[in-house]
C-alpha cells in the first residue's frame, strides 16, 4: 500500500536552513506529485507547494516564495522540502501529502516536527 | 489569489446533531474541493472530495454539496469520534487553499 515516511523532527536557529524528506513506497513514483503542508501549533493548515517527480514541475505558496526549495530523488523515491532563512514563525509540523482531488487518493506522511529557536 | 472563508471557527454540539459547515469562495471554483477531518497529534484526514465524492471508507453520514461558490460538509448524526477540527481545501492547478477550520467540540 502507499506510504510516505517522513524524516525526524528538527531544531535549527533563526537564518538557518532545515531540510526534510519524504520516501515513498507503494506506487509507481512518478504517478503522484507530492504536496507540502505544514501547521503552526494550535494553528490551522498551510498548503506550501507541489512537486512532480514526473517532470520537476514545481508550485509554491506565494508567502514562501524565493526560501523553499523542493527536490526529487528517483533512486530512493524520496521528495524533500528545505526552507532556508528560517524564521520563528516557521516553526510547525511539517506535512508530504499525496492529495489527488479527483479521484480517491489521498495519503499523508506522518509529519516532522520543526522548532526554529534561538 | 482565491480566497476560502470557512465558518464557523468553531461550533458546540451533542451526539447524534445534524451540523453543518460552509466554506465559500472568492470566485468561481467549479468542484475542486474537498474536505478533512483532523485530530489533535494527527495527520488529517479526508472525508470527502470533488465537492461532493465520499472517500473509501468514511461513513455516510458525512456529506459534501456545493451551491455556487459556498460548499457545505454535512454530519447528518454526530458520533463521538466527529469531535475534531474540520478543514476545507481548495486546490487547482496552481495553489491550494485551506478553509481557516472549524472546531467541532462536545456540548
Known amino acids: 500500500q502507499v506510504q510516505l515516511v517522513q524524516s525526524g523532527a528538527e531544531m535549527k536557529k533563526p537564518g538557518a536552513s532545515v531540510k526534510v524528506s519524504c520516501r515513498t513506497s507503494g506506487y509507481i513514483f512518478t504517478t503522484y506529485g507530492i504536496d507540502w503542508v505544514r501547521q503552526a501549533p494550535g494553528q490551522g493548515l498551510e498548503w506550501v507547494g507541489w512537486?512532480?517527480?514526473?517532470?520537476?514541475?514545481?508550485k509554491f505558496a506565494q508567502k514562501l516564495q524565493g526560501r523553499v526549495t523542493m527536490t526529487t530523488d528517483t533512486s530512493t523515491r524520496t521528495v524533500s522540502m528545505e526552507l532556508r532563512s528560517l524564521t520563528v514563525d516557521d516553526t510547525a509540523v511539517y506535512y508530504c501529502?499525496?492529495?489527488?482531488?479527483?479521484?480517491?487518493?489521498?495519503?499523508w506522511g506522518q509529519g516532522t516536527p520543526v522548532t526554529v529557536s534561538s | 489569489d482565491i480566497q476560502m472563508t470557512q465558518s464557523p471557527s468553531s461550533l458546540s454540539a451533542s451526539v447524534g446533531d445534524r451540523v453543518t459547515i460552509t466554506c465559500r469562495a472568492s470566485q468561481g471554483i467549479r468542484n475542486d474541493l474537498g474536505w478533512y477531518q483532523q485530530k489533535p497529534g494527527k495527520a488529517p484526514k479526508r472525508l470527502i472530495y470533488a465537492a461532493s465524492d465520499l472517500q473509501n471508507g468514511v461513513p455516510s453520514r458525512f456529506s459534501g454539496s456545493r451551491s455556487g461558490t459556498e460548499f457545505t460538509l454535512t454530519i447528518s448524526s454526530l458520533q463521538p469520534e466527529d469531535f475534531a477540527t474540520y478543514y476545507c481545501?481548495?486546490?487547482?492547478?496552481?495553489?491550494?487553499?485551506f478553509g481557516q477550520g472549524t472546531k467541532l467540540e462536545i456540548k
Open positions: 512537486m512532480s517527480p514526473y517532470d520537476d514541475n514545481r
Open positions: 481545501l481548495h486546490y487547482n492547478s496552481d495553489v491550494h487553499t
Open positions: 501529502a499525496i492529495i489527488d482531488g479527483y479521484n480517491s487518493i489521498d495519503y
